[in-house]
């Protein structure tokens, strides 16, 4: 590990303030993520500003009826709130499912959006990776691709976003706070939050330099059902092949709303509007299902390995809208 400089902020601007003032800082909450990248070498930051202790860690009623997720809310915490498993239970599920119980007692809700994809050549250190170092090249382009994408991807990148917690705040339509460096905020909804990987791939995010996420804001609670279907490797402690975060609102034997967000499968949670459209009036059957995997995987490339992920997408989305209209 290189040397580096630590401080502890004692306010969200002071910490905006300082990542302002050193090129490079990164600010650490739970290190469930920055400390294994700094260890492996990938992240090499000159300077660390903890955030543990500026606040932002409770839960909020809003005005609107939704909630207000302080960015140091911990994820084990999120998941528990009664608040959360009863109005918003893709949320909960898709936190559950992420990690182990043990990084979810340090994970933040802040760190967790931002926490960088487990692709295993951007880990290595060693071969072309054009997040870890830009202009080097992808080795998962016609390498080791079983966990990549089908869709979003560029020659540059083919790697996933790994936040399962993030695949439902999509589905929600959550909105992200931030304040910089020289005290102004901004929100920003999640749908435009990602960047996909165009030649520029180590920007993951629409951040600038410094500036902090404060909170996570969920608008008021939607009717319906909500499902979070998760397929990996193994029951636990394992990145998602491909997830499904689904809002199902029913009138009758007919849906009324869909929304549809995907992991797994993309560089950043993955919603299309032509796949929830296909879905609204129909029986949620196999024909709707299938009509709805088209627009998804309407320009999805396999690569090999992760060929398999196609028709596992249609399967799953099958099995999840018809868990959805039977309840």
């Known amino acids: 590990m290189r040397p580096f400089t630590y401080e502890r902020a004692e306010s969200p601007e002071q910490a905006a303030r300082a990542a302002a003032e050193t090129p490079g800082a990164r600010f650490i909450a739970g290190g469930t ?7 492996h070498g990938i992240e090499t930051p000159p300077h660390l500003i903890d955030v543990t202790r500026i606040g932002l860690d409770r839960i909020e009623e809003t005005a609107e009826g939704g909630l ?3 960015a140091m809310v911990r994820n084990a915490d999120l998941a528990a709130d009664m608040r959360v498993r009863r109005d918003y239970p893709v949320l909960a599920r898709a936190l559950l499912a992420g990690a182990s119980g043990q990084l979810r007692n340090k994970a933040t809700t802040g760190g967790n959006l931002l926490q960088r994809t487990r692709c295993l050549y951007f880990y290595d250190g060693i071969t072309p990776c054009n997040k870890r170092r830009p202009g080097s090249g992808c080795a998962a382009i016609g390498g080791v691709n079983r966990m990549h994408v089908i869709v979003g991807a560029s020659d540059h990148c083919i790697a996933t976003h790994p936040s399962d ?13 931030t304040v910089n460096g020289g005290g102004a905020t901004r929100t920003i909804a999640l749908a ?11 920007q993951e995010t629409v951040l600038a330099p410094g500036e902090l996420i404060t909170a996570v804001t969920l608008p008021a609670p939607v009717e319906g059902a909500q499902l979070y279907r998760k397929v990996r490797d ?3 402690y394992a990145f998602a092949l491909v997830s499904i975060a689904a809002i199902i609102r029913r009138e009758g034997r007919a849906i009324a709303e869909a929304r ?3 992991g797994g499968i993309a560089p950043k949670p993955w919603r299309v509007e032509a796949a929830e459209a296909a879905l609204t009036g129909s029986d949620g059957g196999r024909a709707a299902a299938d009509a709805a995997a088209d627009a998804i995987l309407a320009d999805a490339e396999g690569r090999g390995e992760n060929d398999f992920k196609l028709p596992l997408l249609r399967r799953v989305l099958a099995t999840v809208l018809g868990e959805a209209m039977a309840r």
């Open 33 to 39: 993520n920055l400390i294994d990248l700094m260890k």
């Open 68 to 70: 207000r997720i302080g």
């Open 165 to 177: 917690m993030a695949v439902a705040l999509s589905a929600l339509d959550a909105r992200v706070e």
């Open 192 to 202: 435009d939050f990602y960047r996909l990987p165009g030649d520029r791939p180590e």
């Open 234 to 236: 193994r029951a636990s």
């Open 260 to 262: 549809l967000a995907f």
